[in-house]
């Protein structure tokens, strides 16, 4: 992004509903597109979809392990099937068909998990999912998205139809800060620096993203210049521009809405290990389920805003110095 | 490869194709003879009578396809490919080796013209729907063929796909059970039973048809009917016999993933000859 773009985050479209409405607009110019659901079409925005298109939609029932490989029979008549559901229920209950039906002969299969990370809100635990972006980068082969906007998710969803190759897209419930303008031209392989700074890299993906832009003012108060990344491609990782940035800056936050112990924090660690090491400091969810509440409340109570990002911010930037 | 329906020349084929599965799985010392005998006739008529195929060209738009959900019966599958000339007969020996195109189960890296990837269990009757499916979508008339095994369909998602295949009227898609009665731990009986299971396949909604699977006419019949079956899939419960054709592996729960040692693979051959 330009470096003096100065972000407003306005609500805009949960990324769930980006995705039900772009795949409902792929659907109209390309035939092959076909969806699956797993009876939360309503929720996962596919209904947009379905209405347009039931000849190729295909309602599975509550029987997330048949949808997975019967997507992968889709794709193997030449469809691009998008098979989606909650990404508790698609990543667990699927994991076995992804792994040896959808990876392991590289099917082109496209899935996405709604309803990701705890901002699911009042439903609580049994339909977070915490562990999504780590099970789907024990795919080889499958690359992994998580965009943090509507119009990423938009340009994320046709990027992905195109791929020659599996592909977990990874959606949540609530509406979501506007990082990018609606025409921004996305190269899905490059982490995005979101903004300029020298002292330490905060690095974001979905939801937690725009805490990181905040976190950035925050700590820009206090006189230190925090660099911004989006990561939106988990998998594969852009370690050139996060080697590059804990080269210059010597100190990495990695934020994300997800179990700390396994997700984007514990890439980007290995990554710079064998690059650029530099002191780091991780938020996400910690070796726990969360609980029931509003999306906003559960933010706050596990860590996940931007106040803890800055804080992770101050202590790595504490442990170069000392 | 030359096709044919009849009933003398796909006994003798299939004869042929367990005389491979001998050799292949007592050269490799391991994998799975008894499943894979079980299901010979089957496969030879699919292959060699019923499915519209060619291996020149393995990719062909219109081809029916046949998917091998019980993976671990990959030597008949192996066998059929190689005599239909998808892939060497000589190399058949070379099962289970590193560099092999002939995996432990099947893998489309290895053989492209493999319809599927399988070995694990529960699997291939959610992608023969979905095979069928895009096959509808395109309008095609041709249709897929999947084979499980009667401990196979002890997985949920087995059920799951069947509901799927009936509500969606899934026609295309022809399934059939190699009940052999016997799995890896014994009897089926023993493990999980399975009756009514003609009654369970209708109670979901599928076509069923109960047959002798080593009977090459009634094999013919079965996949005729199945054919002709409109408005919901039809499932073949194929009653077998696993390590049908070697008599000391007959019905014996110890073939199922024990090979034969050279001394056994010489008596079978005698056999089969
Ligand atoms: C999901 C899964 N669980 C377990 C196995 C291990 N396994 C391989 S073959 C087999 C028994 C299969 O019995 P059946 O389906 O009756 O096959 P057949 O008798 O035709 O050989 C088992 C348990 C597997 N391959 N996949
Ligand atoms: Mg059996």
Redesign the interface.
């Known amino acids: 992004m330009p470096a003096n773009t100065k972000y407003e985050l306005k609500m805009g479209a949960a990324t769930r509903e980006a995705f039900g409405k772009a795949v409902a607009e792929l659907g109209k110019e390309d035939p092959r597109i ?1 969806v699956c659901d797993a009876d939360l079409s309503k929720s996962t925005m596919t209904t947009y979809f379905a209405k347009e298109f039931p ?2 939609f ?1 309602e ?2 509550i ?1 997330e ?15 691009i ?1 998008f098979v989606s559901s909650f990404s508790a229920f698609v990543m667990t209950k699927g994991f ?2 992804l ?3 959808v990876a ?2 590289q099917v082109n299969l496209k899935v996405v998990g709604t309803h990701s990370g705890i901002s699911i809100g009042e439903d609580g635990p049994s339909q977070m999912s915490i562990e999504d972006l780590s099970l789907a980068c024990n795919l080889p082969g499958f690359t992994v998205l998580c965009p943090a906007d509507e119009a990423t998710m938009k340009a994320a969803i046709r990027w992905a139809a195109y791929l020659d190759g599996p592909v977990f897209l990874r959606a949540g419930r609530v509406k979501a800060p506007v990082i990018y303008p609606a025409d921004y031209e996305f190269d899905f392989s490059k982490a995005v620096q979101l903004i300029e700074g020298t002292d330490v890299t905060l690095v974001g993906t979905g939801l937690l993203t725009a805490e990181c832009i905040k976190a950035s003012e925050e700590l820009a108060a206090e006189g230190i210049s925090a660099r911004v990344i989006d990561v939106i491609c988990i998998k594969p990782l852009d370690v050139e521009t996060l080697a590059k940035a804990a080269k210059e800056t010597g100190a990495m936050v990695v934020a994300e809405e997800h179990l700390v112990d396994t997700g984007l924090g514990s890439r980007v660690a290995q990554a710079l290990a064998s690059t650029t090491p530099a002191p780091m400091e991780f938020i996400g969810v910690e070796n726990c389920y969360a609980e029931s509440g509003t999306p906003d409340g559960l933010l706050d109570k596990y860590n996940l805003r931007a106040p803890a990002v800055a804080a992770a911010a101050r202590r790595a930037i504490a442990r170069k110095n000392g | 490869m030359q096709k044919t329906s009849n009933v003398q020349e796909l006994a003798g084929i299939a004869k042929q194709i367990r005389r491979h599965i001998v050799e292949m799985t007592g050269a490799a010392k391991s994998g799975h003879p008894g499943g894979s005998l079980s299901a010979v006739e089957i496969v030879t008529v699919l292959y060699w009578d019923v499915m519209k195929h060619e291996p020149a060209n393995p990719k062909m738009a219109d081809r029916d396809r046949f998917i091998l959900s019980k993976g671990h019966a990959a030597p008949v599958l192996y066998a059929a490919m190689a005599e239909c000339g998808y892939t060497p007969v000589e190399t058949l020996t070379t099962l289970r080796q590193l560099g092999s195109i002939y995996q432990g189960h099947p893998d489309v890296r290895f053989i492209p013209s493999l319809e599927a990837s399988t070995g694990s269990l529960g699997q291939g009757l959610s992608l023969a729907l979905g095979i069928g499916c895009g096959m509808k979508l395109d309008g095609a008339t041709s249709r897929v063929y999947v084979m499980l095994g009667d401990g196979e369909i002890q997985e949920g998602q087995i059920w799951e796909a069947a509901m799927f295949g009936a509500f969606h009227k899934v026609d295309n898609v022809c399934a059939i059970v190699d009940y052999n009665k016997l799995q890896l731990d014994g009897f089926v009986k023993d493990i999980m039973e399975l009756e009514p299971l003609a009654d369970k396949w209708r109670a979901f909604g599928w076509h069923v048809i109960e047959l002798d699977g080593h009977s090459i006419e009634a094999v013919q019949k079965a996949f005729a009917e199945a054919a002709a079956a409109k408005g919901k899939p039809t499932v073949l419960i194929a009653n077998t016999v696993k390590g049908k054709g070697v008599s000391f592996m007959e019905n014996n729960p110890k073939y199922h993933g024990v090979p034969p040692t050279k001394e056994e693979v010489e008596l079978a051959l005698k056999e089969l000859a």
């Open positions: 076909v000849e190729r295909f599975c029932g029987a392990a048949n949808m997975v490989a019967l997507g992968a029979g889709l794709a193997m008549t030449g469809k099937p076995e068909q792994r040896t039906t392991y002969p």
